[in-house]
């Protein structure tokens, strides 16, 4: 289906001339701040797919668990990113699940000076047009400091319910969200002027602290359209990713510094 058809299909929330002028650009004014571990068959997928969005990406990738990666996969690696607009490729060694590596990705993005920066993991696809369409959302809604995607096929979406949080479940086609993970969130880049990704927790909960901070001055929204949702591929996931990024002493401590920072646990 292309972009049109899928537009008049959700005339409230998409706007045609909108997203044409994007796919039109000749500049990147988004940067993909991405982050790989363990999963080079998918980061190969993932490239692939940010290659046919329909518009120009500048691209900062760090690559983690260097230490099992081949020769040729890295080659592959470089091949791919070379054809982004611009890239920044990084290797590191594995890390336990730590935050540290998303905000140095994100700290990296931001001096590309784009209006917008994405967060994402490798284990994402997209669907062509889909980061033209979730941008021009973003550009039509002032108020909102950063927008995610639905993400099939469960893409955890949560919000503060009391002292806890719980899951969101998404049915509209636009849906305002106290807290949402950052594997298809497209930020304005503004918000990083006054907030920062926290490093001293494990990824997930950093991504809800952003938030956090993000509310104080912006909203944050979720689209959820059929046709442009990102799909998570959970079956790229190795054991050892799993083991070392559930770690269950790691998780809670990263849940202390949350109830101690906001109050409730994460």
């Given amino acids: 289906m292309n972009i049109k058809t899928i537009c008049g299909k959700y005339p409230k929330l998409l706007d045609y001339g909108s997203i044409q002028k994007l796919l039109s650009l000749d500049k990147p004014i988004v940067t993909i701040a991405m982050l790989s571990y363990r999963r080079p068959k998918s980061l190969l997928k993932s490239l692939k797919q940010l290659l046919n969005s329909g518009i120009p990406l500048n691209l900062c990738l760090n690559v983690q668990g260097q230490e099992e990666l081949s020769n040729k ?3 592959n690696i470089e091949t791919l990113t070379s054809k982004f607009y611009t890239c920044r490729l990084s290797y590191s060694d594995g890390n336990l699940g730590s ?14 000076d784009t209006p917008y920066i994405m ?8 669907p062509k047009y889909s980061i ?7 550009e039509s809604l002032h108020q909102y400091g950063a927008i995610g995607s639905v993400c099939l096929p469960n893409y955890p979406m949560c919000y503060r319910d009391g002292n806890k949080t719980s899951q969101l479940v998404i049915t509209e086609q636009f849906t305002e969200a106290e807290m949402m993970g950052s594997a298809t969130t497209i930020y304005r880049r503004d918000v990083f002027d006054t907030c920062e990704y926290d490093k001293g927790y494990t990824i997930g909960l950093g991504d809800f602290d952003l938030c956090r901070q993000m509310l104080k001055n912006w909203k944050l929204g979720i689209i959820n359209i059929p046709e442009l949702n990102s799909l998570n591929d959970w079956d790229a996931d190795a054991k050892s990713y799993i083991k070392e990024r559930y770690n269950q002493p790691t998780i809670m401590k990263s849940r202390e510094r949350f109830l101690k ?3 409730f646990q994460g």
């Fill in 73 to 75: 996969i890295k080659s």
């Fill in 261 to 263: 920072k906001w109050g």
């Fill in 119 to 126: 967060t994402t993991d490798d284990d994402m696809m997209w």
């Fill in 99 to 112: 935050g540290i590596p998303r905000h140095r990705v994100i700290e990296k993005s931001l001096t590309f």
């Fill in 132 to 138: 033209a369409a979730q941008i021009s959302v973003l």
